[in-house]
């Protein structure tokens, strides 16, 4: 792209050097620079990046963005002199990569859970009605089918950027994604300019980074407030009635509202809800009619989930009547309350709950077929260095099960004595162990289960590593617990594979 064109959108305070007439690439990481492309300096946690111009420039870099002075050799390379370079890698990324979210129908999803079931579901089905469709969120980036890891739930802004343009690239005309709240904060949406924006609950989690419960609340209200003010555009909110924090992000924008609920009014509103260990079932009365909906996703936490992605889909112009004749057809999203394949006389289950209203939600799902001769054995950890005021809220919401493993998370450099004696110190009865070794404590679960229990292993879902110190150690609940079951209970009894 010409420097000139591309410079446009910046707040310049300075330029020095030489400006190359183009620039090819756009780099935060100088590792990453190509030849005749621009690095722009990010004052990050750990690492400030006008450190690295030096070796930005022996890679190739013949502009350099930076918010305070830096020396090069002027005959061969500018220094553009920025206010924030923070701001200005959103602005630089949008407009090199052309503005690829106005491509695209871009779908936002936000809330302290369901974000990324809601936006699997919404993927999925658009998948399945032959769409081309791409989703970035915890799993990583799907570009209609193909897997890419990824590091954050809502990468970069820069990263963000690239993948919608690669998605705009491969001929996708939808994109979900799933956003979180640091990422709003951080600005990591600058350019991503959404159509549909949806929210799925609030409830306390990622207390550390953003202090109170009304500043966590704003920040995912940025999300409605970005969606802007042309009116002219055909742009949605969809909301969850249930939740006490609707009617504030209602306020936040000024495009229509589709509301979804299950005990307030709303306009996709399920009743008659039945939950059953392989599914769910509900009728639905929607602006298109009423319709009687089941699936293979379990829980209530799942019907408002459906719920949401049934709404965003209307909005975006499918017929409910479509969109539900898909919905039934797909699987369980991975690690979300995902039952374990097996014919053992006991129920496995894979969670990936790891705030206390996600836990409440897990176990609720089981409750409504749990018999009373059934025990239902719930494994809990919490991750180490990260928000430790939640802890002994998610284990006295883990309560609600007959029998509670507390065990680790991710303990990262956190001892484990700390981690888990401050998830005790909130458990409301004495049937519980506190066992280190998450694997242990797997294998501790099985154990103790008889015959017809449900043992709900949470806080993993789809991943398949425990960090310990900072390093990724390869662990599955799901293979040790279907390992320790069958030498308990008989082999041959797991029926194929697990994609976990
Ligand atoms: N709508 C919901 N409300 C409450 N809990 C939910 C909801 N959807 C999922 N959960 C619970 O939260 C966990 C995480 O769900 P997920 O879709 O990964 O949310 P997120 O991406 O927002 O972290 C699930 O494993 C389940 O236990
Ligand atoms: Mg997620």
Redesign the pocket.
Known sequence: METKQLLAVLPVKKIYGTLPTVVTDIAVDSRAVNAGGAFVCIEGYTVDGHQFVGKAIENGARVIVASKPVDVDEERVAVILVPDTSRAIGQLAAKFYQYPAKKMTMIGVT???????VSGIIHAILRQSGERSALT??IGFDLDGTFYETEN?TADVLTTQQMIARAVNEDCTTMTM?VSSHGLVEGRLAGTEFDIAVF??LSHDHLDFHGTMENYGHAKGLLFAQLGQDLSQSKFAVMNADDKWCDHFMHMTAYPILTYGIHSEAMFQASEIELKPDGTSYTLDCPDGIFSVSMDLIGE?SV??SLAAIAALYAKGMSVETAIGHLEKIPA?K???EKIPTVLPITLYV???HSP??IE??IGAVLPYKKPDQKLIFLIGTGGNRDRKKRPIMAEKASIADYVILTTDDPRDEPYESILSELAAGMKHKAYACIEDRAEAVRHAISIASENDLIIFAGK?HEDFQIIGNVKYPHSDAAIALEEAEKKFGSGLVEKPLNN
């Open positions: 809330g302290t859970n369901g974000k990324t079931s969120g915890t739930t799933e799925t609950n936490f408002y989930n999203i690690g979300r309350m969670d990936y709950a209203d996600a939600k897990a879902g």
